[in-house]
């Protein structure tokens, strides 16, 4: 699926769930370049996919980390932003 006109590939919204409500992975860079609210619409995204009861052991333990990884990079980007 092609971004849209002038998007950027890795700033998509929170993933599409794919097969049994599990989002696609994600990666570290595409982490990297989400924005506060992207981050916020993709923990909820991995949030639903890891209430299914239909995904693999293997599939859950991807959305923990997603989750983790999701969550440090809104904690550091909160950091950031904090007054000093």
């Known amino acids: 699926e092609a971004p849209p006109v002038g998007g950027n590939p890795a700033?998509?919204?929170?993933p599409n769930p794919g097969p049994g409500g599990a989002s696609p992975?994600?990666?570290?860079e595409q982490v990297s370049a989400m924005s506060r609210a992207e981050l916020q619409a993709a923990l909820v995204a991995v949030a639903r996919s890891r209430m299914s009861r239909d995904i693999d052991p293997a599939t859950r333990e991807r959305l923990n980390s997603e989750q983790q990884m999701l969550s440090n990079r809104l904690n550091e980007l909160q950091g950031q932003s904090a007054p000093r």
Not at 11 to 14: H, I, N, Q
Not at 25 to 28: D, E, I, K, V
């Open 11 to 14: 700033r998509s919204e929170a």
């Open 25 to 28: 992975a994600l990666t570290a």
